[in-house]
Antibody, heavy 122, light 107 residues
Framework: QLQLQESGPGLVKPSETLSLTCTVS?????????WGWIRQPPGKGLEWIGS??????????YYNPSLKSRLTISGDTSKNQFSLKLSSVTAADTAVYYC????????????WGQGTLVTVSS | EIVLTQSPATLSLSPGEGATLSCRAS??????LVWYQQKPGQAPRLLIS???NRATGIPARFSGSGSGTDFTLTISSLEPGDFAVYYC?????????FGGGTKVEIK
């Protein structure tokens, strides 16, 4: 049974970079799963941010075009973690951020972290 | 980007009643439609993948149907734990997108 846990600062200043890490246990991130980030502004719906998946020694990243210019998703197989960096944040980036794991690149997500609230405020 | 439109926004029903939730895609997505349930303060929970495949541990009262652009999630007889928000997601094209959600509330 895969388990995912998000970690990172809960408060980020406007114009700075939001950085989150997801630690995966119960399985390897270099498996056939796809690892995604999804966010949910308070009281609103879900937005897919992007994902990373591995194929042998190569990894592939997929980004939401609406965030692509500010977004980097990376993985660390030695730590079994994947990470999100979102630059130049504004109040509109305030949300609960979830990491999730699913089968295939165009994934549906079986496994979710508990989510972490990130507030963008000075 | 494929837009998913869920209706109704809110469904007010009593325990024991049946619920029918709709998700319409802006273009054909074959059967690549997923349903999640989300309760307050919790992460979404996978219910149905690829239009009609119940996830492990999901009760048989949850069923999904549809293809192309029109999809339905049916809950045959609502139990107290089923009152939640339901989201659809398409996995046919990048970027992955979610519908706006349907809240099933107690009448």
């Amino acid at each position: 049974q895969l388990q995912l846990q998000e970690s990172g600062p809960g408060l980020v200043k406007p114009s700075e970079t939001l950085s989150l890490t997801c630690t995966v246990s119960g399985g390897s991130i270099s498996s056939s799963y796809s690892w995604g980030w999804i966010r949910q502004p308070p009281g609103k719906g879900l937005e897919w941010i992007g994902s990373i998946s591995y194929g042998g020694s190569t990894y592939y990243t997929y980004y939401n075009p609406s965030l692509k210019s500010r977004l980097t998703i990376s993985g660390d197989t030695s730590k079994n973690q994947f990470s999100l960096k979102l630059s130049s944040v504004t109040a509109a980036d305030t949300a609960v951020y979830y990491c999730a794991g699913g089968l295939g690149e165009l994934a549906f997500y079986h496994y979710w972290g508990q989510g972490t609230l990130v507030t963008v405020s000075s | 980007e494929i837009v998913l439109t869920q209706s109704p926004a809110t469904l007010s029903l009593s325990p024991g009643e049946g619920a029918t939730l709709s998700c319409r895609a802006s273009q054909s997505i074959s059967r690549y439609l997923v349903w999640y349930q989300q309760k307050p303060g919790q992460a979404p929970r996978l219910l149905i993948s690829d239009a009609s495949n119940r996830a492990t541990g999901i009760p048989a009262r949850f069923s999904g149907s549809g293809s192309g652009t029109d999809f339905t999630l049916t809950i045959s007889s609502l139990e107290p734990g089923d009152f939640a928000v339901y989201y659809c997601q398409q996995r046919s094209n990048w970027p992955l997108t979610f519908g706006g959600g349907t809240k099933v509330e107690i009448k």
